[in-house]
């Protein structure tokens, strides 16, 4: 465009009659006006694109917000004692019968913990059997089945969880983790609560242990 202008001027300077330059000028003028359009058509697209940007981010964090929110106001409403519709209270079988003694156990629930190895020592005990070693994939049938009964499922016995987007957790999963101090940003990037992270599982209270056993974490895995 630059060398196309400073030819047209190279031209209007060599032209001898008024009228040559003229046209020169009109030429030129058109050429910069083609060049302004396409400065402002830029400039357009630029703008457009931020203001894209911006509403992208600006829905993101009200959708965390809503998150965290609900999260919250789930805990809320299991503190209070009081029945919302839809909300989920923490139960053994959410907790994975971590906080309960082998005599303490249901049928079914011992039953199912014998399955995976387990006998009355090493479960009070919190020690591991020879499933826990295993991925969820490279269990029998039976021991997985097992395993469901107890409470546990593929995401919360491989991962913990931490694989997983906030909003895609499981809303007693999400009460859970907003109990121990997690919000959607922090869990997001695995940012740990001030509150609980530098403790040892005896140091957690009983509430605690019992959110952590929701996400997947027993005395062997924390430690």
């Known amino acids: 465009m ?21 046209s020169v000028g009109k030429l030129y003028g058109t050429v910069s006006a083609s060049k302004e359009d396409e400065v402002a058509a830029i400039t357009e697209k630029k ?16 959708k965390s917000a809503e998150n ?16 919302k519709e839809d909300s989920l209270e923490f139960t053994e079988n ?9 005599q303490e156990l249901p049928e079914k629930i011992k039953k199912s913990a014998v399955a995976l190895g387990y006998k009355e020592e090493t479960w009070n005990s919190g020690e591991w059997s020879d499933s826990d070693y295993k991925w969820w994939d ?14 546990w499922d593929k995401t919360a016995w491989d991962t913990k ?13 999400k009460t859970a983790a907003a109990s121990v101090g997690f919000d959607e940003q922090a869990w997001n990037e695995n940012s740990w609560p001030e509150g609980t992270k530098h403790k040892w599982w005896t140091e957690l209270t009983n509430e605690e242990k019992g959110a952590y056993a929701i996400l997947g974490y027993s005395q062997w895995t924390w430690e």
């Open 2 to 22: 630059v060398l196309l202008e400073n030819l047209i001027e190279n031209i209007s300077d060599a032209c001898c009659s008024d009228g040559a330059k003229q």
């Open 47 to 62: 703008e457009e694109t931020a203001n894209k940007e911006v509403a992208k981010n600006t829905e993101k964090k009200v």
């Open 68 to 83: 965290t929110a609900e999260a919250e106001e789930s805990l809320k409403t299991k503190n209070d004692g009081g029945k």
């Open 94 to 102: 959410h907790m994975k019968y971590e906080l309960s003694k082998w």
């Open 138 to 151: 490279n269990m029998t049938k039976s021991e997985q089945t097992a395993a469901e009964i107890i409470g």
């Open 161 to 173: 969880y931490e694989d997983v987007n906030f909003s895609h957790l499981p809303q007693h999963v």
